[in-house]
């Protein structure tokens, strides 16, 4: 069966950065968009960052554009999420999504979903 596995998370200070990975076990890997969707506490799940299948093209929500960088490595199965400049709003359990050949923002457009880390930004 399919399944991702998020880590990475933490607590951080303001203003500091954490490398959040996602190791996927999709037989293939490349054929997946991936994206990063965060959830705080009795809020909606929102869309973060997402990654094309092919290419690497890339699409972030405006609150993290300049802050955040998605990235995969096709040969490890594996996509990251660069954060930076953290800031308070942005804590929130953060989880990676599969989603077959497209690119999507829409939480229910994504099939696969791990099991999320927690990021924390006190403050």
């Known amino acids: 069966q399919v399944r991702l596995v998020e880590s990475g998370g933490g607590l951080v200070q303001a203003g500091g950065s954490l490398r959040l990975s996602c190791v996927a076990s999709?037989?293939?890997?490349?054929?997946?968009?991936m994206g990063w969707f965060r959830q705080a506490p009795g809020k909606e799940r929102e869309f973060v960052a997402a990654?094309?299948?092919?290419?690497?093209?890339?699409y972030y929500a405006d609150s993290v554009k300049g802050r955040f960088t998605i990235s995969r490595d096709n040969a490890k199965n594996t996509v990251y999420l660069q954060m930076n400049s953290l800031k308070p709003e942005d804590t929130a359990a953060y989880y990676c999504?599969?989603?077959?050949?497209?690119?999507?923002?829409?939480?229910?457009?994504?099939?696969?979903w791990g099991q999320g880390t927690q990021v924390t930004v006190p403050s």
């Open positions: 999504a599969a989603r077959w050949l497209t690119l999507a923002t829409a939480r229910t457009e994504y099939a696969y």
């Open positions: 990654i094309t299948r092919s290419n690497g093209d890339t």
């Open positions: 999709l037989r293939t890997f490349s054929n997946y968009a």
